[in-house]
């Protein structure tokens, strides 16, 4: 019963709102937390979380996740020029940034697993990461097939 709740709101999470999970108008909010709450919903699903798992999961997730956008977001922030107008150095500067940005993502990540695995068990966790490239699969899908709509 529980799982098919989780489904319930995860379907319902899809289905409300505009055309796009992305628009940039006043229900683009509403929308991220639409698919926000989706997105958890599918994890907890996926992962098989118990109430108790759930409670102290989350708010350790949500940390790992702001961290991990505030590190992407700084990166990119660096970067705006056209790729065209850059000299050979700066792009050699822009790679090594890259390489900077994704081994501080991967410490991110190992320091938040061994976190997990003091509320969750490690098939728990390889379900995580599972869960969380389905859910990014299924979110682009329904974009192109939304596109493709329209």
Known sequence: MKRYTLLLLL???FTLGGTTVFAQDSKSNERKENVEAAKVAFIT???GLTAEQA????????????KRRDMVKSY???YR???DELSEQEAKAR???MFVTKERELNLEQEYAAKYQ????NKQLIKLYRAEREFTK?????LDDRRAGN
């Open 11 to 13: 379907f319902c999470a």
């Open 76 to 78: 990119r922030s660096g």
């Open 45 to 47: 699903d996926k992962m």
């Open 118 to 121: 003091r509320i969750i068990t």
């Open 95 to 97: 790679i090594d940034g």
């Open 81 to 83: 020029r056209n790729l």
């Open 138 to 142: 299924m979110l682009l899908k329904r």
């Open 55 to 66: 409670q102290q999961f989350w708010p350790l997730y949500n940390e790992y996740e702001a």
